[in-house]
């Protein structure tokens, strides 16, 4: 690099040269925070979830353009686990383990069939907002797809919230004298989630115009992401009812 010591002569912050090196050859870089082995898995875990719903700005800038695909895979895959545990949790306790698999299986599967449709048709339509209209002399980067199914992938740690919430105003049903319909709380996660995703949006260096159509574009890719699902939600249930009786 031409520089004597591993340090910025700008900003005088301290840098890896290898990492750097790797960076420049297109090799995958680790995710901040999330692949860092010197942290607990769980502190790591909450940690992310915490900046997907509090700060989803700044953790789309901790997020490397050439991220590893793997370990993002990582983290929607443990979402998913952890998701998993605390819905057949909640339903076992309730009514019994055997409607609690049930009911993960009519439930779950529709609303993983909705969560990576919507990802998948996001992730390309804010793929193309952010890489048409540039300013002459920029070139679109090629990994931006790749991206923005890191940032999704990251954002689905707002079905964990869903699932708080869920469990929040049943206990508020259960244990409280509350008779103030609470459905309108339901909603609070997903209208959370669209506001990070749009302030994600908002935030990327592309037209305005072209954000802004996106914005208002997107609730149909989405409307299809729920169709899609209520198709596999329906074998799913059809299936689940013959199977456990429920």
């Given at each position: 690099?031409?520089?004597?010591?591993?340090?910025?002569?700008?900003?005088?912050?301290?840098?890896?040269?290898?990492?750097?090196?790797?960076?420049?050859?297109?090799?995958?870089?680790?995710?901040?925070?999330?692949?860092?082995?010197?942290?607990?898995?769980?502190?790591?875990?909450?940690?992310?979830?915490?900046?997907?719903?509090?700060?989803?700005?700044?953790?789309?800038?901790?997020?490397?353009?050439?991220?590893s695909?793997?370990?993002?895979?990582r983290?929607?895959?443990?979402?998913?686990?952890?998701?998993?545990?605390?819905?057949?949790?909640?339903?076992?306790?309730?009514?019994?383990?055997?409607?609690?698999?049930?009911?993960l299986?009519?439930?779950?599967?529709?609303?993983?069939?909705?969560?990576?449709?919507?990802?998948?048709?996001?992730?390309?339509?804010?793929?193309?907002?952010?890489?048409?209209?540039?300013?002459?002399?920029?070139c679109?980067?090629?990994?931006?797809?790749?991206?923005?199914?890191?940032?999704f992938?990251?954002?689905?740690?707002?079905?964990?919230?869903?699932?708080?919430?869920?469990?929040?105003?049943?206990?508020?049903?259960?244990?409280?004298?509350?008779?103030?319909?609470?459905?309108?709380?339901?909603?609070?996660?997903?209208?959370?989630?669209?506001?990070?995703?749009?302030?994600?949006?908002?935030?990327?260096?592309?037209?305005?115009?072209g954000?802004?159509?996106?914005?208002?574009?997107?609730?149909?890719?989405?409307?299809?992401?729920?169709?899609?699902?209520?198709?596999?939600?329906?074998?799913?249930?059809?299936?689940t009812?013959?199977?456990?009786?429920?």
């Amino acid at each position: 690099t031409g520089i004597a010591e591993d340090r910025c002569p700008e900003c005088g912050k301290p840098f890896d040269r290898e990492q750097l090196l790797e960076a420049l050859a297109g090799a995958p870089m680790p995710i901040p925070i999330w692949d860092d082995r010197d942290r607990n898995i769980v502190l790591r875990f909450v940690y992310i979830c915490l900046l997907a719903w509090f700060r989803p700005i700044h953790l789309s800038r901790l997020l490397p353009k050439n991220h590893s695909a793997v370990s993002a895979r990582r983290f929607r895959r443990a979402t998913l686990a952890v998701a998993a545990v605390m819905g057949f949790g909640a339903s076992t306790a309730a009514n019994g383990p055997l409607v609690g698999l049930g009911v993960l299986a009519a439930c779950g599967v529709p609303y993983l069939v909705a969560i990576v449709a919507t990802e998948l048709m996001l992730a390309s339509t804010f793929e193309g907002a952010t890489s048409t209209g540039l300013p002459p002399g920029t070139c679109p980067e090629p990994a931006r797809f790749a991206w923005w199914q890191g940032v999704f992938g990251f954002f689905r740690s707002f079905v964990l919230l869903e699932i708080v919430v869920v469990g929040g105003v049943i206990a508020l049903f259960e244990y409280t004298r509350w008779q103030v319909s609470p459905e309108w709380l339901l909603g609070l996660p997903v209208a959370w989630w669209w506001l990070s995703v749009c302030a994600v949006l908002v935030a990327q260096p592309a037209p305005t115009s072209g954000k802004i159509a996106t914005i208002l574009m997107s609730p149909i890719f989405i409307g299809m992401a729920v169709v899609v699902a209520a198709c596999a939600g329906a074998l799913v249930a059809i299936f689940t009812i013959g199977i456990f009786g429920l």
